[in-house]
């Protein structure tokens, strides 16, 4: 499952999206959600975990961002 590939390969997200991003599927991970790579042997930690997806490609987490805008009257 690869979840919006072309805003990550044009570096759409900020580092604070990629790191509350990576954060929010590590804690989804420790609670015993699926894992969507195959993990090499002794990784076991849901932070390395959820950076191997993030190079994977393959969080089903992606950011809305908000836009306000300002009427004229």
């Known amino acids: 499952m690869l979840m919006h590939p072309d805003n990550r390969d044009r570096g759409l997200y900020t580092r604070y999206e990629k790191t509350r991003i990576i954060s929010a599927r590590a804690l989804q ?3 015993g959600s699926p894992i969507w790579v ?3 042997k002794g990784v076991t930690d849901p932070i390395d975990i959820a950076k191997l ?3 994977a490609n393959a969080i089903p987490i992606d950011v809305k961002e ?3 805008t300002r009427d004229k009257k």
């Open 66 to 68: 908000l836009v306000l």
């Open 53 to 55: 997806e993030w190079d």
């Open 38 to 40: 195959k993990l090499p």
């Open 29 to 31: 991970i420790a609670q």
